[in-house]
């Protein structure tokens, strides 16, 4: 008494109607193009680690990094993790049999880290840390609730197999 997972597929590219399938591969055509302008702007991205390192490493005092230059060298590395998990779920659209909500969920939770790491208490007003940790609190708890539904599903297909 085993159920059949039905498999997936977010564009088919078989489909009853030629203009559907047609508009399906043109899509899937799209989501490749955007996949290689990623890479290009993940290696842009590392080339800007090592400008901004380098920018912060030689004003003075020289070769340290001030607070400043710290978090400008976090800032950059996060900019250039977040393009990863964004060429992560580019990926894994072009894939049939997966719909990565974690993953964006993640990447969204990633960007928001990068907001409050970076963040000027001196400028920012109360209301907006109040509003950036409801959206923190919101996407840990999002996150939680997917991977554990996640893990539900896959005990689930372990005892029906």
């Known amino acids: 008494m085993s159920e059949t997972i039905e498999k997936h597929e977010e564009l088919p590219t078989e489909h009853p109607d030629p203009l559907i399938a047609f508009l399906h591969k043109t899509i899937k055509i799209a989501v490749k193009v955007l996949a290689v302008l990623m890479v290009l702007v993940i290696f842009l991205g590392v080339g800007d680690v090592i400008?901004?390192?380098?920018?912060?490493?030689?004003?003075?005092?020289?070769?340290?990094?001030?607070?400043?230059?710290?978090?400008?060298?976090?800032?950059?590395?996060?900019?250039?993790?977040?393009?990863?998990?964004?060429?992560?779920?580019?990926?894994?659209?072009?894939?049939?049999?997966?719909?990565?909500?974690?993953?964006?969920?993640?990447?969204?939770?990633?960007?928001?880290a990068r907001k409050v790491i970076i963040i000027d208490f001196s400028t920012t007003t109360p209301l907006y840390i109040f509003?950036?940790?409801?959206?923190?609190?919101?996407?840990?708890?999002?996150?939680?609730?997917?991977?554990?539904h996640h893990k539900e599903r896959l005990v689930d297909e372990r005892n029906n197999s």
């Open 131 to 148: 509003a950036t940790a409801t959206v923190v609190l919101s996407l840990g708890v999002t996150y939680y609730l997917v991977g554990k």
């Open 51 to 112: 400008y901004v390192l380098y920018q912060n490493l030689m004003e003075p005092p020289l070769m340290l990094l001030s607070i400043t230059g710290i978090f400008k060298t976090f800032a950059a590395f996060l900019v250039v993790l977040i393009a990863i998990e964004i060429y992560q779920n580019i990926v894994l659209y072009l894939r049939t049999d997966v719909i990565p909500i974690k993953l964006v969920v993640a990447t969204a939770l990633m960007a928001i």
